[in-house]
């Protein structure tokens, strides 16, 4: 059997927190849904029934749940054909301000917690982006990193999302 943490004891592991025992810690530090009861048993002088019962324990107290069993395996269904327009067909207004707004959003949805620094680095450079040149080579930056974060196809759809919210280019 194996065991998840719940957001209780994500509480308890923060520092500073210490109203468990330093073995029931360290079961809730291996529970993740990767270890087993064999797992904790070593943390018990290698009995599997008192890792066991101390985990029922903090089962019953909230800190951990039993991993849910995988999903039986069913047939696939037939594909749903996806209709070729967006979802999300945009009728407001154009501008570099709306575009803007939208490059901050993507930053911190795509790369606030996998990589706060390169966030950082991106939310600087729009910033610091005073035409749309500019804003369009910073969105050029973030497409090419979402390209090997989430694919291609995900940063296609996205440069479609930018394209609908840009103005129209004028040409003096």
């Known amino acids: 059997m194996r065991f998840i ?8 592991l923060q520092p500073g927190r210490r109203s468990l025992s330093q073995r029931e810690r360290a079961l809730l530090l291996l529970a993740g849904g990767q270890h087993s009861l ?11 029934d008192e890792a066991e019962r101390v985990a029922q324990q903090l089962v019953a107290r909230g800190y951990l749940a039993p991993e849910a069993p995988p999903p039986q395996r069913t047939p696939e269904p037939e594909p749903v054909p996806v209709p070729a327009v967006a979802a999300d067909a945009f009728d407001g207004k154009r501008s570099l301000a709306t575009t803007r707004m939208f490059l901050f959003d993507l930053c911190e949805r795509m790369f606030v917690r ?9 939310r600087a450079a729009l910033r610091e982006a005073r035409d749309r040149e500019a804003m369009l080579a910073v969105a050029e930056s973030m497409l090419g990193e979402i ?9 296609a759809s996205i440069r479609e999302r930018i394209e609908r919210l840009l103005p129209a280019e004028t040409v003096h």
């Open 5 to 12: 943490r719940t957001d209780k004891a994500r509480d308890e």
């Open 38 to 48: 064999t797992d904790f048993g070593a943390l018990f002088g290698g009995s599997r």
């Open 114 to 122: 996998r990589d706060p620094p390169r966030a950082e680095r991106l």
């Open 147 to 155: 390209a090997l974060a989430a694919g291609e196809e995900r940063a």
